[in-house]
């Protein structure tokens, strides 16, 4: 419930005001960039943080006789208006250490008071002062609203910048990029805000009345060199100086400081008086500051970035609302004539779009199908059949179109006997894997009236394929024929990355795998393990390939199958052609944090280890266990990269098997010849990893049970309950 809250509000402020939020962060770009030139004009003297007025004065007095005023801007540019020994008047800018004029002061182009003005007010006066102060200030509650969208996302404000799974571009960029742009975006909307306040008269304003009581003497003539006050006040400090007409006791010096305003006699440097300013005046300054950029190149430069990054935001957060209302459910039947419910809940319209697919399969074989969100579960008067796929948000929280829905099974019991299946989806990226399909699941067994079709089904990043294993067993359950052609679920991928092959092996006599290295994408990032998806037929149908990471290159060990269509793709590609593919990351097969890694495959299995091991640079005791046919030319290449690595301390020993020649065994072999060492390391909390082939692991997890229950007292199944035996096999 309060994800929703969060979540509309976020989305309606963002509606209400993103016209106008558009208009304002395009002309805050260019008031940035404008701030940033400015600020690298070559007018701000050397040395200039540590001059003093006793410093500065007398040397500018000695070269111009009648100063009208200094003022110092926020540049640091110091502008001395008055007359030269010739008597011609100056309005320049002067080098204060030599009294050198270095510039002249630039009028803003006609173009950026234009802009200005706009930023200001849209040219509708005090109308448009009121319309910016008012979405100054509703940013401040979208930035806010974002904050605690992704707070509840990463279920802890100690994990706001934890690693974010990428679903789409819209909604992953949304939330990076807001996580680190939020301060810049909130000073912007706050400091926008307080200048409105101040323009529309909103804050009492400050008037300055000094009272001068004290009478000046002219008798004491001091140099404005000895003046102690000058000697303390530093020029970076002044905004003006307002010099005195002439050698009266009744003119004075007026200095304006950032936080405080003096007169000072001109013969005595004695203060006559001060008046401090308000802090509704320290903040307007402050607020100009932030806002603006204005003498500070880089926060100016910050400050640009942040309003294309508005400008982002509000592209990407209607993508990301689109996305979610794109998937319409449309019925055909009514809800008390269904005999078939299919219940959804999806957070980003994903599942939703899975659940489609089924509803219009069976609208079109004339079944009375009922389409609708998990939060709208009621008593459903003929219902057959109970089908919820829901995905799990965040860590293991229920999307937000379903989270009522395990309090509404209680309130609303169904009065007959209802067959239920369960489809969860979510990422393995997530410690919390489908964990609300799981409570779904347990919560309709529990119910009486209430009885299980076919068990929890789970799907891994929306992969067609393992929802069409639901697919064919509830279609066999149900003597219902449903598509099992996983291309009817999946959408065309977007978002591919161009890949260039730098180099490969080739295929010859009985050597049927080859190596493929190819050219990681600029800026995306992978490690080994993570999987290369390829589409071979330029379709959804999708071909996984376990990758290694070396040299920054990604390394493809690839098996040629007879008419494969993955394989043949990939094997008729040249060194320098390129195609187009995406990294799809698999955080569950990355290198644990443990002292002690066995690492067992067969075959291509090996390939994510090889990368593995070449990024072992904080010395983890890997041992390798790898199982071959024979040792091909390419096998001989593995041995020799194993070999080099171990020489450099990144592996501490490897075994191989080959079960055609040498020694005649298979990779189960030279677990069982090592069961102690393994035992050991399983012990005192080691990680064994496996790649490879189903059956491979299926052998090699059978032996290491019997090893385990053996030497350890334990089944393998207590260290798979702690994640120290990972698998990635097919």
């Known amino acids: 419930m309060t994800l929703s809250i969060w979540r509309y509000a976020h989305l309606a402020l963002a509606l209400i005001s993103s016209l106008f939020i558009v208009m304002a962060s395009v002309t805050g770009v260019i008031l940035a960039i404008d701030a940033a030139q400015e600020n690298a004009m070559p007018f701000k003297a050397a040395g200039f943080n540590q001059l003093t007025l006793s410093d500065a004065i007398p040397v500018l007095k000695q070269k111009f006789p009648e100063i009208t005023e200094i003022s110092v801007d926020h540049n640091g540019f110091v502008t001395l208006k008055g007359f030269d020994e010739d008597g011609n008047e100056v309005d320049a800018y002067i080098n204060p250490n030599d009294a050198k004029i270095i510039g002249k002061p630039i009028e803003k182009s006609s173009f950026i008071q234009w802009v200005t003005a706009f930023h200001r007010s849209l040219f509708l006066k005090e109308t448009g002062r009121w319309v910016i102060g008012i979405v100054s200030f509703l940013l401040i509650f979208i930035a806010l609203s974002g904050m605690a969208l992704v707070i509840q996302r990463q279920r802890s404000i100690s994990k706001f910048f934890k690693k974010v799974v990428k679903e789409y571009f819209a909604q992953y960029y949304h939330i990076i990029t807001g996580r680190i742009m939020l301060i810049p975006v909130l000073l912007i909307a706050v400091s926008g805000t307080y200048l409105s306040m101040v323009h529309l008269h909103l804050l009492p304003e400050f008037k300055i009345n000094h009272q001068i009581k004290d009478a000046s003497d002219p008798n004491l003539k001091l140099s404005a060199a000895k003046f102690a006050l000058f000697q303390s006040i530093k020029l970076q400090d002044v905004k003006k100086i307002e010099f005195p007409f002439a050698e009266d006791p009744e003119e004075h010096y007026t200095i304006k400081l950032n936080d405080r305003e003096l007169v000072v006699d001109q013969f005595s440097g004695k203060v006559l008086s001060e008046v401090r300013y308000p802090s509704t005046v320290i903040l307007e300054d402050l607020s100009l500051d932030l806002h603006t950029g204005r003498g500070n190149l880089v926060w100016a430069l910050v400050l640009a970035v942040a309003s294309l990054n ?5 592209y990407s957060g209607f993508a990301i609302t689109l996305k979610r209302r794109s998937a319409k459910i449309k019925n055909k039947h009514g809800l008390n004539d269904a005999e078939i419910v299919l219940l959804v809940g999806s957070e980003n319209g994903n599942t939703l779009l899975f659940a489609n697919a089924i509803h219009q399969q069976l609208l079109a074989k004339g079944h009375a199908s009922y389409l609708l969100q998990l939060n709208q579960y009621q008593v459903f008067a003929k219902a057959k059949q109970l089908v919820v796929l829901t995905s799990t948000y965040g860590l293991g929280d229920a999307p937000s179109n379903a989270n009522k829905f395990l309090s509404l099974i209680d309130q609303y019991p169904q009065q007959q006997k209802i067959d239920f299946s369960v489809v969860g989806f979510g990422s393995h990226a997530y410690p919390d894997f489908c964990k609300f399909a799981t409570e779904v699941d347990d919560k309709l067994g529990a119910q009486a009236w209430a009885n299980r079709l076919v068990p929890l089904h789970t799907v891994d990043d929306k992969s067609a394929v393992q929802f069409v294993d639901w697919v064919r067993d509830w279609g066999r359950a149900t003597d219902i024929e449903l598509a099992t052609t996983p291309a009817l679920y999946a959408k065309k991928p977007k978002g591919l990355h161009k890949m260039m092959v730098l180099d490969r092996s080739e295929v010859r006599g009985e050597e049927h795998t080859f190596l493929l290295t190819l050219q990681a994408p600029a800026g995306v990032r992978f ?10 037929a330029n379709d959804a149908k999708e071909r996984l390939y376990s990758v290694a990471k070396i040299n920054g290159n990604i390394q493809l060990v690839v098996k040629l199958h007879p008419n494969g269509l993955g394989s043949t793709y990939l094997n008729d590609l040249k060194v320098g052609d390129t195609f187009k593919a995406r990294l799809v990351p698999n955080v569950s097969f990355h290198v644990p944090k443990t002292k002690k890694v066995a690492l067992i495959a067969n075959g291509t299995g090996i390939a994510p280890f090889l990368g593995m091991i070449s990024q072992n640079k904080k010395s983890i005791e890997m041992k390798l266990y790898a199982g071959f046919r024979n040792e091909t030319t ?23 098997a080959f079960s055609r020649e040498q020694n005649q065994c298979y990779v189960m072999d030279l677990i069982k010849e090592d069961a102690v060492s393994l035992a050991n390391l399983l012990k005192h909390n080691g990680v064994i990893m496996i790649c490879g082939s189903l059956q491979m692991q299926q052998d090699v997890e059978k032996v290491l049970d019997e090893i385990c229950l053996t030497i350890n007292g334990l089944n ?15």
């Open 310 to 314: 508005i400008l982002f935001f509000v």
């Open 527 to 536: 490690t080994s393990g993570d999987l290369l998806a390829i589409y071979p």
């Open 716 to 730: 393998l199944a207590a260290y798979k309950a702690k994640k120290q035996l990972l698998t990635d096999c097919y």
């Open 634 to 656: 390419l096998v001989k290449k593995h041995i020799e990269f194993l070999s080099q690595h171990a020489i450099q301390h990144q592996l501490s020993d490897f075994q191989l």
